[in-house]
């Protein structure tokens, strides 16, 4: 698997939060879940991120950079299909949680399956593609902005996710 030419919107934000963030035009990533059933429990899509990527080697969200002009919900989905071989049509968002530095913002894109899902490796960003079961989520070493944001996009996730 190659890695991906760069695209306007690529490079490093120097932000006043004292760290710097990939996506000069913002980024964003996808929180895909799928419903419980009879048989499994409810599960979000997890990245185990590349050891050469930044915070490399932790568990997260597809997702990356934004090209510039692009919106969240487009960066998310372009970035899903990529990384993931997330089919934008297999996708129903529902909302959106965005963290705002003011020199940078990371949205992440909810949603919920409304299709087959072959969620899978699809370029050198990714050690794995995993659905895991929402309760185990916690379990991973977690990219820390991800971990801290955690709960509150499980709280996003419509009622239907865990068979409310």
């Given at each position: 698997?190659?890695?991906?030419?760069?695209?306007?919107?690529?490079?490093?934000?120097?932000?006043?939060?004292?760290?710097?963030h990939?996506?000069?035009?913002?980024?964003?990533?996808?929180?895909?879940?799928?419903?419980?059933?009879?048989?499994?429990?409810?599960?979000?899509?997890?990245?185990?991120?590349?050891?050469?990527?930044?915070?490399?080697?932790?568990?997260?969200?597809?997702?990356?950079?934004?090209?510039?002009?692009?919106?969240?919900v487009?960066?998310?989905?372009r970035?899903?299909?990529?990384?993931?071989?997330?089919?934008?049509?297999?996708?129903?968002?529902?909302g959106?949680?965005?963290?705002?530095?003011?020199?940078?913002?990371?949205?992440?894109?909810?949603?919920?399956?409304?299709?087959?899902?072959?969620?899978?490796?699809?370029?050198?960003?990714?050690?794995?593609?995993?659905?895991?079961?929402?309760?185990?989520?916690?379990?991973?070493?977690?990219?820390?902005?991800?971990?801290?944001?955690w709960?509150?996009?499980?709280?996003a996730?419509?009622?239907?996710?865990?068979?409310?």
């Amino acid at each position: 698997m190659a890695r991906r030419p760069h695209h306007p919107g690529d490079g490093w934000v120097e932000c006043r939060c004292g760290r710097r963030h990939w996506g000069t035009a913002g980024a964003a990533g996808l929180l895909l879940a799928r419903p419980a059933t009879a048989t499994d429990a409810a599960a979000v899509v997890l990245q185990h991120r590349a050891p050469w990527s930044d915070q490399g080697g932790t568990w997260g969200l597809p997702g990356g950079a934004r090209h510039t002009g692009e919106s969240a919900v487009d960066g998310a989905l372009r970035e899903s299909e990529e990384e993931a071989g997330i089919e934008p049509a297999s996708v129903r968002v529902v909302g959106e949680h965005v963290l705002d530095h003011v020199d940078w913002t990371y949205t992440t894109i909810v949603a919920v399956a409304s299709g087959p899902v072959d969620a899978r490796p699809t370029d050198d960003e990714s050690l794995a593609i995993a659905w895991v079961a929402l309760d185990d989520v916690t379990d991973l070493p977690l990219l820390p902005a991800f971990g801290d944001a955690w709960p509150a996009l499980r709280a996003a996730l419509p009622p239907e996710v865990e068979g409310g």
